[in-house]
């Protein structure tokens, strides 16, 4: 008869629980990073679509003023520029508007130029607002929302 081999000896309970909590917190090691990248690229992406939807309506809001400006009194042209979430107010002053948008690193202003003086205002709650611009008698575009 040939000998017996003895039998490799048994692991415990307590061996298998820690190698199952390395392999884990190795697992999260590698992980961790890519959801670290994954939030700042999110919120830098939303970022920059905020600011190009409203680098558009402060441009488009701008053409038009121009548009009636040169049109005349009493020329009207009405609008729909849509906003998004982190616009935080407008302000129509000379022949700037200006817009203060919220982002992950704070207020920043972005501003549009037009030819005309302005005046009026809108909301700036979030989505598609219909604006009608009217050219004054003044010299002045006159902003306000249907």
């Known amino acids: 008869m040939a000998p017996r081999v003895p039998a490799p000896p048994c692991r415990g ?56 400006y040169y049109l005349g009194a009493p020329s009207m042209r009405t ?21 203060v948008v919220g982002s992950s690193h704070g207020n920043y202003e972005q501003n549009g130029w037009s030819a005309a003086n302005l005046t009026g205002g809108f909301s700036v709650t979030t989505g598609p607002h219909v604006l009608v611009l009217t050219a004054l008698s003044d010299s002045r575009v006159n902003i306000t929302e249907r």
Request: glycine share 4%; aromatic share 6%.
């Open 13 to 68: 309970r307590g061996q298998v629980a820690i190698e199952y909590v390395i392999v884990m917190a190795f697992a999260l090691m590698l992980i961790a990073p890519l959801i670290i990248v994954y939030y700042s690229q999110t919120t830098r992406l939303g970022d920059e679509t905020t600011s190009a939807t409203v680098e558009r309506a402060a441009t488009q809001i701008a053409e038009a003023a121009d548009t009636v």
């Open 79 to 99: 609008l729909t520029v849509d906003l998004p979430e982190n616009v935080k107010s407008v302000q129509l002053s000379g022949r700037t508007i200006t817009f």
